[in-house]
């Protein structure tokens, strides 16, 4: 696999400095190279992580259809001898969003989605399918009672509400309609701040909805930093004029897919992804209700 980088590089790796904090098997590292140059790159074993290899070979499609001035780190190439997988890109020398948010970083990329819809609106054209929206999962929910019961004990609230978010889910089509390339897992830890830019990380779950679904995810996770996201979604421009009900019903479904991801986990579960994607699932909830 060292090799296959060194090609798509055309240079000779003398250091790798693996990068901490991800969700998903695999490799993330920092390269240098001999000749002064930095990469960034992601590979994983196909074999012993077939989802996540899955990932990466659609998330390099994804990133080498996107046009020139989104703000995304530029592919450099990609390796896959069918069984690794590596995707190459250009050094981003930024960090992750401060946590809990600090206003003044918020406010950055809340301008920054704005400017990313407007660029991938109307999506252009990949050369890979796209998934289905991460979004939704109160239906299967309800056909997964250990799951369901473990829904009770951590939010009771919405195991009490099932039917109106079920009702909320319903909707999830008409709520998902559009035409810009979202990338669809918007969360503090898939964005990095330079100076000056602010750049938008991993692309394997990007599907055609909405412009404003991206923004409407982001602000999910404003209210896990204990801030009111609703100011921030009445003054935001890709907000202004869409349907209070079909916000409502992306928020739901937002937290219906952590919550049943969540719930399902058994032992062998990542207790962080685990944990990650509860909190996240009840700010959606918590800001769901102010709405409601």
Not at 181 to 187: I, N, P
Request: aromatic share 6%; proline share 7%.
């Amino acid at each position: 696999m060292k090799a296959g980088i060194e090609d798509v590089l055309q240079g000779t790796v003398t250091a790798a400095t693996s990068q901490q904090g991800g969700f998903s098997d695999g490799l993330a590292v920092r390269l240098e190279l001999s000749d002064g140059r930095r990469a960034f790159a992601k590979a994983v074993d196909t074999v012993a992580a077939t989802a996540v290899g899955a990932f990466h070979r659609r998330e390099g499609a994804v990133a080498a259809g996107l046009p020139s001035g989104v703000p995304v780190p530029r592919l450099l190439g990609t390796y896959d001898d069918g069984g690794w997988v590596a995707l190459v890109f250009e050094d981003i020398d930024g960090t992750l969003p401060a946590q809990p948010w600090r206003p003044t970083e918020l406010e950055r990329v809340l301008d920054a989605l704005t400017d990313l819809a407007g660029r991938l609106t109307p999506a252009p054209s990949l050369a890979v399918p796209l998934p289905a929206p991460r979004l939704g999962g109160w239906e299967r929910l309800t056909n997964h009672p250990r799951a369901l019961a473990k829904l009770t004990e951590i939010a009771p609230r919405a195991a009490r509400e099932l039917e109106t978010h079920l009702s909320l889910e319903a909707r999830l089509g008409e709520a998902t309609a559009g035409d810009t390339l979202t990338h669809g897992d918007l969360y503090p830890f898939n964005v990095l701040l330079t100076d000056d830019r602010v750049v938008v990380v991993d692309w394997p779950h990007a599907w055609i909805g909405p412009a404003h679904a991206d923004v409407v995810m982001l602000l999910g996770s404003v209210a896990l930093s204990g801030i009111d996201p609703e100011p921030y979604a009445a003054r935001h421009p890709l907000l202004a004029g869409v349907d209070p009900e079909a916000v409502d019903v992306l928020i739901s479904a937002q937290a219906g897919f952590l919550l049943a991801a969540a719930c399902s986990m058994d032992s062998t579960g990542d207790p962080r992804l685990e944990g990650m994607m509860t909190g996240l699932g009840l700010a959606s909830l918590r800001w769901l209700s102010a709405r409601r």
